[in-house]
């Protein structure tokens, strides 16, 4: 089970953010981060924990081990205000992914 | 860069079979993990399944008995069904490859109702 806290994070533009994700068990370091809007499917930010996909900005990072991660999105820009959810694919399925956070414009 | 479609019927009656597949173009679909992975209305992210383009499959247990991935390289495409369909899998389907999820296909909205 994947643990996102808190649910919704209300922040102003050029400010930080920092999301949690929780697991019920060891994933390694085999967790990932997803930002989705409305109408679009998720997109990789994160995998591996603290490695960016591709064309994701500097201002997204990744850390953590075991069962505590985070994710952090410094000096937010209007196109950050979306949805996040955390997924692991540790060794073996089923793969889960957390409930979400939602980060509104304070 | 590679790119997903899925497509197939948007509405299918309680107690059939949904039927789903999603295209690949823009690279292989060899050497790669492909998944299914779907969203209820207003709720979160569920994986379906994965298959590997050798063809081994991993379901969730939640699914298993009704669902079934398989995968036509030929055709660069990856299929999903799913058998006595409820009410409650009407969802966003999506397909997406690898284990950290990238890319994703758009998605569609398949509706269980009569």
Sequence with gaps: ?106 | QVQLQESGPGLVKPSETLSLSCTVSGGPISGHYWNWIRQSPGKGLEWIGYIYYDGNTKYNPSLVGRVTLSIDSSKNQVSLNLGSVIAADTAVYYCARGWAFDPWGQGILVTVSS
Excluded at chain 1, 5 to 28: N, Q
Excluded at chain 1, 41 to 67: D, E, Q
Aim: neutral net charge.
């Design chain 1, 1 to 106: 089970v994947l643990t996102q806290s808190p649910d919704t994070l209300s922040v102003s533009p050029g400010e930080s953010a920092t999301l949690s994700c929780r697991t019920s068990e060891s994933v390694g370091d085999n967790l990932a981060w997803y930002q989705q809007k409305p109408g679009q499917p998720p997109r990789l930010l994160i995998h591996g924990t603290s490695t960016r996909a591709t064309g994701i900005p500097a201002r997204f990072s990744g850390s953590g081990s075991g069962t505590e991660f985070t994710l952090s999105i410094s000096s937010l820009q209007s196109d950050d205000f979306a949805v996040y959810y955390c997924q692991h694919y540790n060794n073996w399925p089923p793969w889960t992914f957390g409930q979400g956070t939602r980060v509104e414009i304070k």
